[in-house]
């Protein structure tokens, strides 16, 4: 079975979409993506947090975000931040070459 990996930004327009792009090739891996602003692109809800077994935000921000709006629904699942700040835009060589970086470390059971 996969490794669910959920990727989360803030609006969900140029970080997450450019790493769900990096992931979604990769064997063993299914990866969706939320943000956690009211108006992302797609809202993070707890349908996704039940879904995902990992969670990869792009900076500590999104984190104190997420588990102060959703600490209940968060009980098992693993957060890691990747630090990566606002400035890209989506599929930049830039921050294509960022998140390869960190992925093995972090994409893993």
Known sequence: MPLRVLLICAKNR????TAEQVFADWPGVDTALAGVNRDAD???SP???EWAELIRVMRASHRRK???TFRPCLANTRINSLNIPDHYDVMAPALLHVLQQPVPL???R
Do not use: E, G, T
């Open 42 to 44: 797609n809202p993070l």
């Open 106 to 108: 972090y994409i893993s």
């Open 66 to 68: 997420l588990v102060d």
């Open 47 to 49: 349908a996704w947090l």
């Open 14 to 17: 140029l970080r997450s979409p």
